[in-house]
């Protein structure tokens, strides 16, 4: 079974400053998709970035970028030019082609500094 | 457009009461899915339905039951709580099953007593 690591239980970073929050993940398949999820004190699980595991090209999103490193099977977050409002729970996940769920990493908790 | 909506947002209940989760989604979604939320642990899914007319088990389906009630909604029922159940749940939807992005709604904090 896919299991999804974030070895990170809580980060900090100071305003306008980049933190990048680790993801590793253990699969035999070739074929996958990851997700980096953001979940705010409103407790709404927003989506943040998503990777298709064929495409080498790391996927990015305004102030948020991954690093997909396929072969250490690891899908860090950077976020960029941290903002107050950027502060929640980061959750790691990975989809599998087939008929499966999504399995979820247990999150990191993100605090930013003013 | 709301997208995923869920209610209650808050609800307590005693030891062997029921009561039934709603969520509903206007985004015309094809799966929809329901997740329970722990402290210090990640979403684990619990059912999901990938089509009208179709439930599966997901990793944690005991003690819950589900209904696709329709294309937009979905709901999930507990028949006799437990205070184990004290969590919180989120609802979502992804327009295919396969490898869609899922949508989650604002999630419902149950208490057990």
């Known amino acids: 079974a896919q299991t999804v690591t974030q070895s990170q239980p809580e980060m900090s970073v100071q305003e306008a400053e980049t933190v990048t929050l680790s993801c590793t993940y253990d699969?035999?398949?070739?074929?996958?998709?990851l997700f980096w999820y953001k979940q705010p004190p409103s407790r709404q699980m927003i989506l943040v970035i998503r990777?298709?595991?064929?495409?080498?090209q790391n996927a990015t999103e305004n102030r948020f970028s991954v690093n997909f490193q396929k072969a250490a099977k690891s899908f860090s977050l950077k976020i960029s030019d941290s903002q107050l409002g950027d502060a929640a729970m980061y959750f790691c996940a990975y989809r599998s082609p087939q008929n499966t769920p999504l399995v979820f990493g247990k999150g990191t908790r993100l605090s930013v500094i003013a | 457009n709301a997208g995923v909506t869920q209610t209650p947002k808050f609800q307590v209940l005693k030891t062997g009461q029921s009561m039934t989760l709603q969520c509903a989604q206007d985004?015309?979604?094809?799966?929809m899915y329901w997740y329970r939320q722990d402290p210090g642990m990640g979403l684990r899914l619990i059912y999901y339905?990938?089509?009208?007319?179709?439930?599966d088990k997901g990793e944690v389906p005991n003690g819950y039951n589900v209904s696709r009630l329709n294309k937009r909604e979905f709901s999930l029922r507990l028949e006799s709580a437990a205070p184990s159940q004290t969590s919180v749940y989120f609802c979502?939807?992804?327009?295919?099953?396969?490898?869609?992005?899922?949508?989650f709604g604002p999630g419902t904090r149950l208490t057990v007593l």
């Open positions: 990777q298709e595991a064929y495409k080498q």
């Open positions: 339905s990938a089509s009208e007319g179709t439930t």
């Open positions: 979502a939807s992804s327009r295919r099953e396969l490898t869609d992005t899922q949508y």
């Open positions: 985004m015309n979604h094809n799966s």
């Open positions: 699969t035999s398949e070739s074929d996958y998709y």
